[in-house]
């Protein structure tokens, strides 16, 4: 589209709530963190740097139109889409322009591809609780891999502090990054390789679960789609048990 403007982010939330205060007016804007991404004949470019007064403000009037939102945009900021966080300025544009809650609202095409791009982030986390394995390593840091379709590892922070009573990291393969936990806080920090020493108890309880799941596995009544159904075949690489 001639004359349109491309606001470049960092990626962060930050970084898009400031995009979101500046490019607002701006009926030609286009949000995005595909650095990448070629502009066409016409189009300008801006990168933004992140500003706390903007993100403040901006998060401030989500929260009074509808509190929920300040989650549907980080699930949809994380999603593998490149229009993820255009989706989400469009988004934000119709919730200031009605004035209320707008998750309803499916007929209209943003709704519905918001409310789509958060379903499907969401669901990924859920099934991650579940299917992601961990592993007590030497050092008695409990490391689980993974690959997911999403960007979404940082949304399983909670839940694992939560549950889990020493330090852990969540290693996102693909992407090639981590979530850390010492005990006291997370972050995210680059992670290629990971060569992994497990511990003597590790080793034992990893072949206790495999025996298990051999026993009580029936041969005969094997069904691969039901099993399919239940557990998708892109987790399989990384269970300790074998499907």
Not at 185 to 208: H, I, K, N, T, W
Request: with cysteine; aromatic share 12%; hydrophobic share 35%.
């Amino acid at each position: 589209m001639n004359g349109r403007r491309v606001y470049f982010t960092d990626g962060t939330s930050e970084c898009f709530y400031t995009a979101v205060f500046d490019a607002y007016k701006d009926e030609n804007a286009y949000i995005t963190s595909e650095r990448s991404l070629q502009l066409s004949l016409g189009e300008t470019h801006v990168y933004v740097e992140a500003d706390g007064e903007k993100v403040a403000r901006v998060l401030n009037k989500l929260k009074r139109l509808d509190a929920r939102t300040v989650y549907d945009v980080e699930c949809v900021l994380r999603h593998r889409a490149v229009d993820g966080a255009q989706t989400a300025f469009l988004y934000i544009r119709e919730l200031v322009k009605t004035g209320r809650s707008v998750r309803g609202k499916l007929s209209t095409s943003t709704v519905r591809k918001m409310m789509e791009y958060r379903g499907q982030v969401c669901n990924e986390v859920h099934r991650l609780k579940g299917f992601l394995r961990f592993s007590e390593t030497v050092d008695g840091v409990l490391y689980a891999p993974c690959s997911p379709d999403h960007d979404d590892i940082d949304l399983l922070a909670a839940h694992f502090i939560a549950r889990l009573n020493q330090p852990f990291a969540i290693h996102d393969v693909w992407r090639e990054k981590a979530l850390l936990y010492n005990g006291r806080e997370c972050v995210m920090v680059p992670v290629g390789e990971a060569e992994l020493v497990q511990s003597d108890r590790e080793q034992v309880f990893s072949a206790l679960w495999k025996k298990y799941y051999k026993t009580v596995n029936i041969p005969a009544r094997k069904n691969l789609r039901t099993q399919r159904n239940f557990m998708p075949v892109r987790y399989w690489e990384f269970l300790t048990e074998e499907p």
